[in-house]
């Protein structure tokens, strides 16, 4: 292997990459060094290794160093370095009659190594793609395991998919045909070996490439393959060619396909389809979809989308529940996250040799306006009443989805902007309604209590700023009234406090366990120590030095005047103490 770094000698040496935070250790200094040498008894004895064909212990110490040098100092290796590396790890990993859990160490250690792919591209390295499948064949489709002539870890199939995943992106430009010559014999309806043809294609075919390849690669893919069953595949192959695949033609099919994959009950006799009828796509997918299909002259997708939500949006009303319920959340849960991943990989990515998505293609500032404006309805339907669930005590599974709701939406709320002025005055009266949330008797309202009280401060600073109005005559009203409120966050951290020493007296190992269990945490006690810990630690660190002086002595109070039990009771109230003192 070539490019080892001569010790001195570092000029023209650039590192793959490193890991940042190793600059900051105390003997940084000394890490280049040790590194380099590392590096160099490394190669040699791996190279060794090869060579005389010594597999075990040879190479396979020597590739667990290697990567625990991943682990200690990132990729600190040149390109040249890293391709061969790679190189000899895919020609390890596809030896025929390997040890399966060696095969799978090598296989952990290559995906380590193609993990970022940023830092080589496809003229740097090509794999080719018949030793990956012939290994997958042998090891997926053994057919002597199940006469006990081999073993298999139960861990080896999610490796060797993981490593394809890896491996495709540097899969030679000829491949896809080669692959569609390979399968497209088996697309057949009446024979069970299709679904195998299936979901090799979703498994093996690349979607990255540059656009100069796409005549010898999805072109071909797109005239053949049945829409339906490779949802998987057209998902990521959308999502990496972004500008480069008309999609307009199947918009409407697409769509529809959607809606008919949530099963929903039709008509006034509520009929649902039965399981066995429906394609129940896997919503990652769709989501991966439906974000690449966005943007472009006229967002015809946006329409679609926008009359999808419509369509569906009295399904999300809190007083429809049915097992479609589970699929409507997560779709609105992850549709705008991955639009975000979107605007960030358009707007904010690193350069790279990865194809960049076209100007005329991005999402633009009026796109993501009329996305919004699309989910709107079925978010505000999925949620409740935010004031009104917190007045009610007798629908804790309100609370709850109203406070998930605002822990998700904090940032925005007491963001100094202006797209919602006035969300800032509602922090402090949020924050009050919040605390009977801190409640002994339900596990899970109090939980999400803790996290969202310890969201919301952790944003807010608790200073009491009543007096600044007298000082500062350049405030706005809105700035003079969160002034004025904020004297009321010593109360709320005072009652906040109140809430958990109660919370502490019912906890008591008497109160909380029969005479005949054992002495030993629950693991709801667990988590709900664990809240109380970081919720408290986060207030006390926010807090003003007066706000903070007033809270510690209610703590020292507590503490000095009550005797507790040592297993649940005086485990929290030694969590508050290490807060206050840290």
């Keep these: ?13 650039i590192p793959q ?16 060094r040790e590194a380099t040498e ?24 020597w590739s667990r160093k290697l990567f625990s040098f991943l682990k200690l100092y990132g990729r600190r290796f040149c ?35 193609l993990k970022k792919k940023e830092l080589l591209s496809r003229d740097d390295l090509q794999l080719p793609w018949r030793p990956l499948y012939d290994l997958y064949e042998r090891v997926i489709y053994s057919k002597t395991e199940h006469l006990g002539l081999i073993w298999f870890p139960n861990s080896v199939d999610h490796i060797l998919k993981a490593l394809i995943k890896s491996c495709r992106l540097y899969f030679p430009a000829s491949s896809t045909k080669e692959m569609l010559d390979e399968w497209r014999p088996l697309l057949c309806v009446f ?62 099919t697409i769509f529809t396909r959607i809606l008919r994959s949530l099963n929903l009950p039709v008509g006034v006799s509520q009929i649902v389809a039965p399981r066995y009828l429906t394609n129940s796509y896997d919503i990652g997918h769709l989501v991966l979809w439906i974000t690449a299909l966005l943007g472009g002259p006229g967002n015809p997708a946006q329409k679609e989308l926008t009359c999808l939500f419509n369509s569906i949006a009295s399904f999300y009303h809190p007083s429809n529940h049915g097992r479609w319920q589970s699929r409507l959340m997560r779709l609105l849960q992850r549709l705008p996250a991955s639009v975000v991943r979107r605007v960030h990989r358009e707007r904010h990515a690193a350069p790279s040799w990865i194809t960049l998505v076209p100007e005329c293609q991005r999402l633009t500032d009026e796109d993501l306006q009329e996305f919004t404006r699309s ?19 007798t629908e804790p599974h309100t609370l709850t989805a109203t406070l998930s709701c605002m822990i998700g939406m904090a940032r925005s709320l007491v963001s100094p902007n202006n797209h919602y002025p006035e969300g800032r005055a509602h922090v402090l009266p ?35 700023c009543s007096s600044a109005p007298s000082r500062h005559s350049d405030l706005s009203e809105i700035e003079k009234d969160l002034c004025f409120a904020s004297a009321e966050f010593e109360d709320f951290v005072l009652q906040f406090l109140d809430r958990c020493f109660a919370l502490i007296d019912s906890s008591t190992l008497e109160q909380t366990r029969d005479e005949t269990e054992t002495d030993t945490q629950t693991h709801l006690e667990s988590l709900v120590e664990l809240g ?15 706000v903070y002086k007033v809270a510690l002595q209610k703590v020292y109070n507590f503490a000095t005047s009550n005797i507790f039990e040592t297993c649940v009771s005086g485990r929290m109230v030694a969590d508050m103490c290490r807060a206050a003192a840290k």
């Design 17 to 32: 990459k490193e890991i940042v935070y190793n600059d900051l250790l105390p003997y940084s200094d000394r890490l280049d």
């Design 38 to 61: 590392l590096l160099a008894e490394i190669k040699a004895n791996l190279s060794r290794a090869v060579l005389l064909r010594e597999l075990w212990p040879g190479v396979a110490f």
């Design 1 to 13: 292997m070539t490019g080892t770094v001569v010790d001195g000698d570092m000029a023209g040496f």
């Design 79 to 113: 390109k040249e370095d890293h391709i061969l590396f790679i190189k000899l790890l895919y020609e390890l990993v596809t030896l025929p009659n390997l040890e399966p859990h060696m095969m799978q160490s090598y296989a952990r250690l290559l995906i380590h190594l």
């Design 532 to 546: 109380l810990s970081s919720t408290v630690s986060t207030i006390l660190t926010q807090c003003s030095t007066e």
């Design 375 to 393: 989910l709107i309805g079925a978010a505000l339907l999925a949620m409740f009443r935010t004031y009104a669930a917190m007045e009610t005590l």
């Design 430 to 464: 949020l924050l009050m309604g919040s605390l009977p949330g801190v409640d002994p008797n339900d596990f899970s309202k109090c939980m999400i209590t803790f996290q969202f009280i310890a969201t919301f401060t952790t944003l807010v600073p608790l200073v009491d």
């Design 191 to 252: 024979d069970v070996v299709m679904q195998k043809a299936i979901g090799n294609m979703e498994l093996f075919l690349p979607t990255i490439m540059p656009p100069e390849e796409h005549s010898q690669g999805f072109h071909d893919c797109l005239s053949d393959v049945v829409l339906q069953h490779l949802v998987n595949l057209f998902a990521r192959l959308a999502n990496d060619n972004i500008g480069y695949v008309d999609w307009t033609p199947y918009i409407p």
